[in-house]
């Protein structure tokens, strides 16, 4: 049976105060003091990240006039109406670009095919509102 | 995509979403960034932000995302090729407290006390398993899909054992932890915590305990093994790092230790968690989930029922505010177990039928959730009708553990996920 | 009195029918082997011996002052086995160590810093060096002492007996939470800061060591345990983004005063799943409320919230939080069938009730359809606000407030 198990069963007002302080080094404490404490060496505890394959971005468009944007928000409160802004702010100062609201489908991270081949098919450009 | 993409995201998310396109190879994504929130806001509120400033580049917004479309790529930009990510020098070398702060400072501890990793420590942690140190383990990512998977292997896992504070005897299960994949630390914004069940003989040859405390502070085996699963977290797959890895807006307490539970099988009279999942009795596995957390059940309606307790009301009232993202985990105390067998749930089966049969929520306040689409994805179903919390009693999960001095329980919204050998890692 | 004749019986006692309770009763003290109503009889008329009448004081010994030399390792494992640690690796207390946390403090090490029991024990007194030692132990830099030893002055252990298993939250306030750099953003309830995550421990290893506490099947007896007793709820105020007075100032602190104010319930939990999150116009004073209405009114309800939804609700008329206190109090409630059959109305409220003791006492004599508040009082409901704002959320916690500490007074 442990020390505190036993004082517990005992159950006694104590008249000493708990803690204990320890002696791990020398037993003379002046010489421990002097002597700079030695190095250790330790291991990178982190795993294997694998590399990155660098993707090359799309080519610009000369100019977006004339041009259709999809807005295309990933799902997260609040998107559809802010894209609906970025909308109204294309009408207002750049009447000639034609914008399309598109919800991607599936969880945040997921590629949506369909969407993307819709866009490839008859969009030039996306503006992507990305949250959580 | 292969078309020009002008990505928006909020400042909450400016350093997450910055390493997030590095790791997939568009380290110069041109992102554009808007004040914080957007959810809440009014149009005018919104459109405000669209005719201001990037907080970030303090450049006009939408003169910045039309450049984004329009200006020709740099040469950087073009650039095509694989890059290694490095790690860091394979060993450090200082004095005791020196390397201490250096593993905090560096987002490689929990911010407490380690158990540094020497050599020596390695050898004799390697001891408790006869698999290979290269050998691989497996995977793991802050968040599937969303950041690239790491891979760590036998000698990873040991290193950060060591440094939990583990004995070597304990390595095949923080080992088995490690191959489920499951990180500990959830870059969600929802601040998700995890459990890992415990089952077999393994149990008793480690001297963890099923008792009283079981889920606190009162056992070796217990504390080290899911201090082990954080810190493997961190370093084997990179996640806890926050604003980049981690968005947990409040965090979680229960991520320093995790749930550990043993389950108290000899005190159960139903079947053990694992046994259910397809293992033989005396096989030693470990199951995980992924949740909300737990809350204690005590003050649940039907408790105070004499001279029996009502325990499965309770149960069902106490997993009320539940929502459709995770299944429910119930943890009983053995009291509560043979009590519900008294009332006439033979087994965790029956008792998660009667569950899953008991429990609805209207459509309307199903409406009203997050995730909401999960609950009701058909638009046409009336608000008043009455829908059950989870379509199949396969999404409640019962463990049983506690000391057996009330008859108390435990239930968390989350989910099991997989279980996996621990004998395998022996 | 050690040699207290006590009989026991089978476990448990509450949920037995009459036929098991007399079965208990006709049977055997399951520890002795002796018939139990014998055993009784004779506990109240056997006269006493020689060692049953002694009387005079008998000092209780916690063991040496110091242990070793040995090697850490050893060292490590003695502090573990003898339940002296939260059995994760601690930092051995030399007394090198100590001395430099003492440094951290104006007080001085044998200056008695308060007392603490963890239940209907008798308490144990400590010093300011004892302290020390447990800070040491969690990992604490001296700069983190004062605020330890507020936590300590409180008395208020992190490890209580009970068979609820109950958790403790530490809120701090000041500029303290800045010197120290705590985090009060992303992360703020985690493993994300050295401060949060040795503050935390120290409370358990003091409430271990110094109150003795935790000692299971004697000074703890927590059915299941709680995973919050590691490291504890500890829980610096985002002040800075907060809309609201902070908490220490609505306890009559000022706001540069430095603060550690304690908490004791069940636990805390993430509100995500409560009714009304996903609205395009979030109501979160009912978020809330959902949250809360099916906790348990026996403790108070804490929020903590981040300040992406103290703002909104700020914006949205909750001038204070003394106003959301009122709307939660007044919107939050249960029917009296409901709470009459609850395990803690029975056992505790009950009770009070019949000694006429209020709201318990009229909410008994209330017919079981008519709707009553989910606390007793409305100042069982409390608000913090911390966190990261990358989302609306908030967690909600079954935790009553028990006392505010000055952390300024032990520099």
Redesign the interface.
Known sequence: MNRRKMLSLLGISPALLAGATVDASSKNPKTAARVA????????????????????????????DGKT?FLVSDG????D??L???A??FQK??PSVKTEYRLKAG????DDPKL?AE??AS?????????? | ??????????I??KDL?KSNA?????????ICF?P??????T?AE??A???GNDPVTGKPL?KE??DA?????TAD?????????S???????????A?QQY??DNG?T??????????ER?AAMLKGTSHKPDEIVGK?SP?R??Y??????VK?VA??AV???AKPEYLPTILAIAETGLTS?SS????FATAAVINGPIRDTLNM?Y??????????P???IG?AW??LSR????S?I??QT??????????????IIAENEKNSPWTPLSVQKGFKQDENVVSVFVG?????G????????????QYHEAIA??C????P?FGALI?C?P?VAQ?LVELGYKTKEQLADWLQKNSLISAK?A??????GRWVPDANTPDDALIPYYRSPDWYNFVV??????????VG?MSYRVSISIDKWA | MPHLRITFTP??V?????DELRAYVEGNDPVSGKPMMKEIVDDLTVPLNAEETKTGMVNVSVGPENYGPDTPRNLQQFY?DNGMT??????LPTEEMVDEMLAGTSHRPDEVVGKMAAGAYPPWGYTVKQVAINAVM??CKPEYFPTILAIASSGTPS?FSS???FAYAAVINGPIRDKLNM?Y??????????P???I??AW?LLSKNLGNG?V??DT??????????????VIAENEGASPWVPFHAQKGFKAEENVVSLFRG?????????????????KYEEQFS??F??????FGGLV?A?P?IAV?LKARGYDTKEKLIEWLYKNTTQTVK?Y????????FDYPRALKGLEPYATWYNMKDDEVIPRWPHMNDINIVV??????????GG?LSYGVSVSIDRWT
């Open positions: 404490p030695a190095k250790i060496t330790a291991l990178n505890p982190k795993g294997l990240p694998p590399p990155v394959q660098l993707v090359p971005m799309a080519p610009r468009l000369a100019s977006l944007i997260f409160p609040g998107a109406h802010f609906a802004q970025v109204l702010w100062n750049m969880a945040f991270a997921d993307n866009i490839k969009g030039n450009a996306v503006i992507m509102a990305i949250g959580h | 995509m292969g078309f020009p993409t002008a990505p928006l995201v909020t909450a998310f979403a590095a790791s997939r190879g568009m380290p110069l994504e041109r808007t914080h929130p957007v959810w809440g806001k149009d919104m459109y932000y669209l005719e939408m995302i039309t479309l329009t200006l020709p790529l930009e073009k650039k095509t090729g694989s890059v290694d990510i790690t860091g020098p394979p060993t450090y070398t200082d004095t005791a407290d390397l593993y905090l490689m929990d911010f407490m006390q380690i158990v540094l990793p020497t050599d390695l793991m968040a899909g969303s690239p998977d790491w891979q760590f292997t990873h290193i950060n440094m939990a504070g630390l969600s914004t929802n601040s305990n008792g009283i405390g079981a889920m606190g502070p009162f056992s070796q217990n504390a080290a201090r954080t810190m370093n084997l797959s990179n806890g926050p604003g981690y968005l947990g807006t409040l965090g979680n307490s229960v991520n320093y230790n995790n749930l909300f957390s737990i809350s204690q005590q003050g649940g309606i039907g408790l105070g029922v004499k001279p029996v307790p009232y106490n009320i505010p539940f929502g993202l943890v105390d009291l009590g306040n409406r009203s959730t997050l995730f909401a553990v506690g000391g057996q001095t009330n008859p108390y329980h435990m919204n | 476990h448990p509450a949920t037995k029918t009459a573990h939260d059995f994760l690796p601690i930092i969690a990992g490890l068979t609820n298993s985090n953003g992303i992360g703020a309830l985690g493993p994300f800061a050295q949060n995550a040795a935390g421990r358990t935790g299971p099947g703890y007896m927590g059915s299941q345990g709680n995973n919050l007793n590691y490291n504890n709820l069940l636990g805390i939990v993430p509100g995500q799943g409560a009714r009304g999150t996903s609205t395009d116009t979030p959902d949250l209405s099916v906790f348990t009114g026996f903590v981040d992406l909104n409901d009459k059959s609850r395990d803690f109305a029975y056992g911390a966190g990261g704002q990358t989302n609306a959320f908030f967690q079954s």
